[in-house]
Each structure stands twice: as C-alpha cells, then as structure tokens.
C-alpha cells in the first residue's frame, strides 16, 4: 500500500505487540500523571493562595525541558534506549512516592512542592525525547501515522480519566494518595521495557559523544526549515493556549468555589474532548490541510478563553472545556506529526528535543506570564489578552507551511562515494577539521539560478554536520566556482556521509544540473596536518 503516513488507519500501530504494550503501559502512567497533575493544583492552592505560586506549579514541572530537552536527546541518540528509560522511570517513581510521603505526614510547603514537581519536571524532561524516539524501533514506516495518533489519543484517554479519579481521592483522602498511586503507576511502564528485547543494529562508527552530538542536533534544527515551521507554529499556539490549564484551578477554587471534584470534572472534560477529537481527526485531514487545521483550532481554542472568561457556571464550563480538549489534540498531534515526519533517523531524538524544548518552553513562560497578569489584572482579563494573543499568532505565522513529508524521502541515500585516505595518511579518525571542496564548472549565462540552488545545499550540508560553509567563484576564470565545506574530523565527514537522505539528493541534483555537460564535479577531502609524535 502506497498511502502516505496521514491517510493510515490510526488503530494499525495497535498490530505491532511491543507497541501495543507500551501504549497501554503508558496510559497507566500516563493516569497517574494526570492524578498528580490535580493533586499538585490542588495542594498548591490549600497551601497559597497567590497565583503566582499556583501558576508556578506549571512552570516547576515545564520548565527543566528548556536546560535538558536537547542534551536529552542527543543522549536518546547515542544510547540504549531501553536501559535508559528503565533508570528515567525510577527515578519518577522515586520523586512521586517522596512527595506522597512527605505531604502524608504533613511536612509540605510552597517551597517543597515546587521542588519535587521541579524533579518530576527532570524526570519527564530526560524521558520524553528518548520516548519519542522509540516510536519508529517499535513500528514500521506505514504505521508511524497510526502510532504517533494512539500516542496522542492514549494520552488524552488518561487526561479523561485520570482527573475524575484524582478528585475522588483528593476529597476522600488528600492529595498524598495521588501520588502515591501516580508512583506505582510507573512500574508498568517499567515491566514493559524491562521484558523487552530490543535489536540493535550494529553500528558502523563508534557512538557520538555527548556534546558533539548536541551540536549536531543543534546544527540541523538550525538549518531545517520544516523543523522551523513546525517550531514557530508550536509557540505561537501555546504561549497564548498555555493561559487556559496554567488559570483553570484559580477558576474553580476562587471564583466558583469548586471542589476538588469540580477541578477533576473541568480537567476529565478536556481529556473526552481530545478523545472525541483524536476519534474525528483521520476524516478531517483527509479534507483540510494541516497548515488550516492548525489555524482552525487556534481560533477555536481562542473562543475556549474567551468562555473560560467570561463563563462562572460550572456545568457551562463542562461543554467549553470538551472543545478545548478537541482544539488541542487537533493542534498537538498535527505539530507531533509534522516533526516526527520531518527529520530523518539519524537525529530523530535531537529534533523531537528541540521541539519539546519549543513546547515546554512555551508552556512554561506562557504559565508565568499569565500568573503574573492574573495577579496585576485580573483573571478575566488575563485570559481574554491571551485570547487576543492566539489569534495574532496564526495571522505572523502564516507564512511558515507545516511540511508534508513521505518518510520514504528520509531514507538514507548512501550515493556519495567513499571518501578515501592514502596509505601513508595518518588513520587517526579524530584528526581534524576536515575541509571538503567541490570544482563546478558553470555557464556565466546560468550563475545566478545556479547560486540560488546552492543556498539548499548549504542548508542540506549545514544539516548534515557541516559547522562552516562557502562558494567563491574564481577571478580568473569566471567558469569555475569552488564549494567548500568544514566538518569537525575524519569520524563526522563519515558520519556526513550516511546523513544524506534521498530527498536530500535531489537537492544536490537540481544544484548539479548547471554543471556543464561531460565535466565531472571534482571533489577533494583537505585534512589538518597530523599532530607530530614525541
């Protein structure tokens, strides 16, 4: 079947038994995380009455994905995924139990909540670029749509869920109990991975380091223009959309003196909203572009503020909450898979990085500014400006297309030929910078079309691993036009090799069609000289 990821059936992921373990595995954490989402706001406001500090909760937990997003996903790169998720769950389970413990016996304030939803912050912020990542090992190409949808809707079946339980049993018990149950709820995400026997192909170079493999990550989202739009797109949505969940518990408790019950009944709205949603959105995109999709539900979710300020009915509430929850899965998942489907294998969990730095990030200033303006202003106002500032946001970022992209276009294209050392050249792979010249031969008459072609090749070696990039044309012979390129040794020009992408070749071939026929593109690898020994 040739369909393209989007026209897939969202159940076919469901067919691949690792996947379909770890969906429901993460559905169960994902409960509890909703549990402890409520629990949090809840407590915070029994413990302060300040917005700000109530806002803050949000940022706590947002905010560690803007310092560890990219670190965490060049680390998702160049590790086992398995073992490293396996450790990142332990960790979560061990803040949650803490605060269980802690707010059990009563020891809780402002400053320690904020510190233990800082660690779970941590813990999600290592977690989710790794775990994004793994979707592509756990199904194939065809099923990636379907896979990346359930992911979505399994996350939005816990937002349904989760909060309805949660204010149960902060009415029956206090919030220490959902904690403690979002605790438990990682081991079965745990149990999964653990009996998981993940195949590793074996690698032909040795694993990136760190920090060079967070300049790659950094390097590419720099030089990807669907990465880009998909980047610009995500915080012009969230900055505004954040004033709605980072708001609603001031909503309920202040000014409808709500119950926990109440908050958990608003928040369960929202989850069977993004489940009706999910449910919908195979047919929508069938008919509308992603670009109006996303533009359409901004505008939607700009009308949920607009009744999240000026509605104070509770049951009036329910039915504006569902269509918030519709408004944001539409946008969340047509952003996940606009960059799931941009960016090829190789730096998949770097790019996923940057994007849910972009997310997080947003969330997490969106949830401080309109803490801040609630507390100046007054809620109302707080949301109707951040109202305002969505529907600005679709009108600036029209130009940014979100891309449409086949993953067969990302396949590695391997149609550079091996670059070759001589025999008395030292073998030492970490030698460099390494610098790479191309010779064109160009027809005056064509020089500038053939210019403009070359600003994609820039972008495409940029992309690649190139930190420097040039084009002169020589003074004595107008003909001849040199490219040149750094990459930082022997070991990432190889790497540079294996990067290319078949879409990436046809970039490389519209620039090469004004090479004057029967002249060969000449290419030449420069290495530093050799550090001398003794």
């Keep these: 079947m040739d369909a393209t990821i989007e026209k897939r059936s969202p159940w076919s992921a469901l067919r691949h038994r690792t996947f379909l373990w770890l969906w429901l595995a993460s559905i169960a954490s994902n409960i509890g995380t909703w549990m402890h989402e409520v629990g949090a706001g809840w407590l915070m406001t029994t413990l302060s009455a300040s917005p700000m500090h109530v806002a803050l909760v949000q940022v706590a937990g947002s905010a560690p994905m803007f310092f560890l997003a990219l670190p965490a996903g060049a680390m998702a790169d160049i590790v086992d995924k398995r073992r490293y998720l396996l450790k990142v769950q332990v960790w979560m389970a061990a803040v949650a139990m803490l605060l269980a413990l802690l707010t059990l016996n009563g020891m809780m304030t402002v400053s320690l909540l904020l510190l233990l939803t800082l660690g779970m912050g941590i813990g999600t912020a290592l977690m989710m670029p790794a775990w994004s990542a793994l979707t592509p090992e756990l199904v194939d190409k065809r099923d990636l749509g379907s896979a990346i949808a359930l992911s979505s809707l399994g996350i939005n079946i816990a937002r349904a869920i989760g909060p309805a339980i949660a204010g149960v049993l902060v009415s029956l018990a206090g919030p220490w109990a959902t904690f403690a149950l979002n605790a438990l709820s990682f081991f079965a995400v745990m149990a999964v991975l653990y009996s998981w026997k993940r195949e590793q192909t074996p690698a032909l170079f040795p694993a990136e380091r760190l920090f060079g493999a967070v300049r790659a990550g950094w390097r590419y ?15 012009a949505f969230f900055v505004g959309a954040s004033a709605g969940m980072s708001l609603l518990p001031l909503i309920v408790r202040g000014e409808l003196q709500g119950t926990a019950s109440d908050f958990g009944l608003l928040l369960g709205s929202v989850g069977v909203g993004a489940v009706l949603g999910a449910t919908l959105l195979p047919r929508i995109r069938e008919a509308v572009k992603p670009d109006h999709l996303v533009a359409g539900a901004s505008v939607l979710y700009a009308l949920v503020l607009v009744g999240l300020a000026s509605l104070r009915n509770l049951y009036a509430l329910v039915p504006v909450m569902m269509i918030s929850g519709a408004a944001w899965i539409a946008v969340l998942s047509s952003l996940q898979m606009a960059a799931q489907t941009s960016v090829p294998n190789w730096v ?66 391997l149609h550079w030929p ?5 025999d008395d050249q030292d073998q030492d792979q970490e030698r460099g910078p390494v610098m790479v010249t191309l010779e064109y031969r160009i027809d005056p008459a064509q020089a500038l079309q053939f210019q403009q072609a070359m600003q994609e090749v820039r972008r495409m070696r940029g992309r690649n691993g190139a930190f420097s990039w040039g084009l002169v044309q020589d003074s004595q012979d107008p003909q001849r036009w040199l490219e040149f390129f750094f990459d930082e040794s022997w070991l990432e020009h190889l790497r540079h090799h294996g990067r ?9 071939a519209a620039a090469r069609q004004f090479q004057q026929a029967g002249i060969d593109v000449h290419i030449r690898h420069y290495l530093t000289p050799a550090k001398p020994h003794g």
Excluded: C, N
């Design 221 to 235: 989202s720099r030089s990807s223009r669907p990465l880009q739009a998909v980047l610009v797109r995500t915080a």
């Design 418 to 422: 091996a670059p070759i050392l001589a």
């Design 348 to 413: 998949r969990a770097r790019a996923l990085a940057v994007y849910i730095l972009v997310f997080f990030g947003t969330m997490a200033a969106g949830g401080t500014l309109w803490g801040f303006v609630a507390s100046h202003l007054s809620i109302t106002q707080a949301l109707l400006i951040a109202g305002g500032l969505l529907l600005l946001g679709i009108v600036l970022t029209l130009r940014f297309h979100l891309p449409v992209t086949e993953a067969e276009d990302l396949a590695p294209s």
């Design 500 to 508: 290319v992408t078949k879409a990436e070749q046809r970039i490389e």
